[in-house]
């Protein structure tokens, strides 16, 4: 049966950044104000009133300020005792009056301190938290929470089990959106809950020893057609973004509905489970009013949002639980190695558009069928990469996990002028015509077949000049395997002895933003037998070709990850680099086949060193 | 008076809203006008509405309730 699991999370942020921000009109900062600090507790209060009013329980996150604050700690531990809230943690909020006066820094958020200081404020709020509650919390969070920032709350509070780790996709897109001053540089991550690596948050956790302990959820639960080409922060189970994305009209927004629909859907691709996440910090509903919208429709959409939870826990159609609960669920019976698929479709645009997003411990991806099924997103998690940051690290702001194609980024199928831009997808050739699937929109379904989820598109028709033909993209994903298996096979012709090529190929790079990375030391190599010829990355625009290959690969020493086709019989291969104006690498396969005939390739991602 | 000051309603500059950037404006209470300090928008509250109504067009599916997944 269907399991629909939700995390309502609430915080009594006592200096919430927008409200903060309202009130500094005019005058000039102060934490203490008196007006501020009870207009974030009434807020608090009131979702928790309207969580309870919808038979809902919630899970208190007390930030630092709060746990100076009698009425928000004893709010808390009358909730907890009358509806069974849990009552977390979190390091959203720390900026108060005692946090300025003890660390001395208007720093906001915790993933970007140096380590040194992480260790110092984790300290500091376990043990304030112990002291006001009497116990330590098992569930904690933040807008993101790097591996090394856990890894070290786990080694001294090994009693945590849950966090909220990241925020979907919330990167240059959010940064762009906020006038270029939000630094939640984040990309890279799962959407639905994960346990993840020790090596690095975003990555999915390959086994025991890889575990870091804690199960990891998405702060809200994100369109994951939307907010791949926009604000994070307009589209998810968050009403005050919806409000904020303008998508309602009056103060009617079924979207809200819609998310959570989708989000219920996912137990089709995932084993019987689904998950929404509900977490709206108290700035978002300030008495003030916000983006555009009163404070009556700021409420009305929070009370219609968790009516409709309610009324799906009446139905017997949602668990809500407390993070530390869900953890528990979580964990029960789920191997390292089964992994989050989802095929999403519009919801917003009116388009018939759907996406397939798939993570397991080896990869992150996502098929855009608007574009013949193209893969438009590639995140090596295989590669485990170390990457703090933080004050004193490289990365600095910068945490998002490395992508080897994003084609919103880089450009993807359609470039301006000149050169090719990162995706993977297919050429099929006749007579000097040439196709890419890219520009063949399908749709596409889901299935399982034992241990594999097969993604399977719709036939598409390509019309050449003398010949038309329908191919069929089919995607196999064996659990454990670390590898996609794609399938490339023409159904009909209209001229059964003619002859196509068929050309499958990889344009990645690698980065986490729109700008260029150096490729200069990526390695690229056709495999046969014995024998290899390689291009050492040098902006030549150099090509290899070999009649036979066994695989062809890059290595990217920069994000220590090998990418790799392989096609499973006779097939030609090809290496293709590239020039400053077009910073990529192409890794091709191709063969002659007639109708009938196919080509099946395997992509695979792997730690390079 | 030159100084810009908030206006009832944060409203955002809906020019920067078109390309996806949460611009606040402020309000110049002499002019009766919105203005933005990003791109060099000036309106009144019916034109920032206008142009609001504009923004929410792309959404074909803002009123619709979609139950089929």
Redesign the interface.
Known sequence: MAKFYVNIVHRPEMVPEYIQKEAEQGRVEDLTRASVLQESLDIFRTQQQIAHDNGLRTTIQMTYASLFNEEAVAIAKEHHLLYGDEIGLTFLGIQCKEFREKFHSRELAIWLFSMEDKRRIVDELFSKFEQVFGFLPTSTGSYYMDAELVNYIKERYPMVKAAVATCWEEGPKAYWNANNSWYTLLDGGPWNPWIPSKRNIHCIASDEDDDIGIVAIPHLSRDLMAVFDGPGSYYGTHPQNILRGMVYEGDQLPYFKNIVDQYRAMHKYNRGYAYNMMYVGPGWMSKGGRWEADYALLLKSYQDGMAYYGELKRRGELEDLTMSEFADVYRQGRPYTRPECTLWKDILYGSRRQMFWYADPWMRFCLDMNQGGALVDLRPYAARLVRPCGVGTKANQDASYPFLVQSLYRAGFFTHYAGEGAVKSCKIGYHGEQVDLCTCRTQASFSEEGDARVVTLDPVTIAFETVTIRVQSVFRLREGSGEIEITRRILESSDPAAEFSINEYLTGCYGTTEYPEDLTGVRLSLIDGGQTDTIDYAYRSRELERAAVDRVQAVLPQVDTLVEMRPDGPAAGYLREGFSFSPMFTLGIQKTIQSKGELRTWLKVAKAS | MAQG??GK????CPR??MR????DMLYDEDRDEYYCL?CSFTGDENEVKRL?QQ??E??????????D?
């Open positions: 000051r908030k309603l944060n409203y955002r920067c809203l996806e950037i949460d611009m990003r609001n923004f929410r792309k959404y074909r599916d803002r009123l619709t309730r979609i139950t997944f």
